[in-house]
């Protein structure tokens, strides 16, 4: 059953922590790939967007107006401006480039009321091979399998697949963008009566209808494209995902690759293979990436790359649903409560504790407030005595150094 996603206004400092924590464990499988972070602007100038023919739908962009009249845009996509970036500094890659992002993105395509969403990507700007596609999959794998996530499908099609079958039809986009959605939303039925009514050839049509059929295990798919007379049209193509595919083989993580050739991405600038990745119960993918080799032409520079980019909210909310949170160490903060003419010492208590990486108030107990819950870690400084209270147990203590000595033992 899909679950809709959840539209969480605020997170709390709960899923704040759970988010930081699998933030950090994308970052770490980036870097253990040889990815360097890097960041771009959040506004960006409206121009870097508009009349590009491999740039969707500017009108969804959000747009704002600077203060001399230039309209800007909030960042809708992030491998666009990185694009741009390495073509206005290298014009032709000459070594391979390796870099991955945790940005927003804004108001771009998202059929939700969210205009903001979290992307953790990477972009490998390097020559075509089978191998550095291989690569870069068999990392968004990795990080699937590193959230944990038991079960998972990478879906990989290839943005020339549906290209081909329609350079053959010659049909204006109006006429495509209908047939589009039916294929992404394998509506077969009304797209065989769409079919009927454009003026293509019968093997044609009949090519396109099987397209949504087009889907599972890669052997399976190519033996289909091959009973449908496909293989000649795309041939290219398809020999092209085979050698992906047996690269991702040496990584040993075909286990959750299927093939899907009526993969269809929304944006306009892949070039080559695609992939997508879904984890069960969640309807949307939580990664899409492929291949952008033709991106930096519009930018004066030939540079082909690939990448992907995890929406790192609704992995979030994939890694909650299948209760993947780990339990995070108890951070309530160690309460010092003081009689007033013990402030110096009991505040120098708390700065050590604090130096050492603890989370600590503190409060004049002369200030009658509340006293602290029965799990939390308890000081009292009193005229005569110093306490450690924790649960049942009181300890009385000297110096400091027996205090920490007590909460490493307890290991909080
Ligand atoms: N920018 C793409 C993902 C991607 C990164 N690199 C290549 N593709 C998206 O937002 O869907």
Redesign the pocket.
Known sequence: MMHPLLHTPYLDNDLLQQRDKMVATLKQRFKTYGYQQIQTATLEPYDLYVGNPKIGNTDEMIKVMDTSGKVLVLRP????PITQQIATAHMNVGEDTRLFYIMD?FGYRFEDDQKQRT?A???YFSNRTPAGDAEVIALAIHILKDCGFPEFKLEIGHAGFFRALLAQANLSNEQIAPLQTYIQTKNIAEMVDYLATLPIQETVKEAMQHIPFLYGEPNEVMEGIKQNGLNGIVQAELTYLVDVYNSIQAYGLTDHIVFNLGLI?D?N??SDVIFQGFVNQVGNPVV?????DGLGDYFGARIP?????FDVDLLLHAAKQHGLFTTLKEDEPIAVSYNISQQKEALAIALALRERGYAVVTYSTNDNRQAASKETVHIICETDSYNLYHGEQAISFQHISEVIQLLQERGS
Do not use: L
């Not at 790359?305 to 980019?309: D, K, N, P, S, Y």
């Open positions: 996509d992030v491998t666009i993105v992307q990507g990477v972009e991405n944006m600038y892949y899409m990436g492929g291949r952008y790359a690939i990448g992907f980019a």
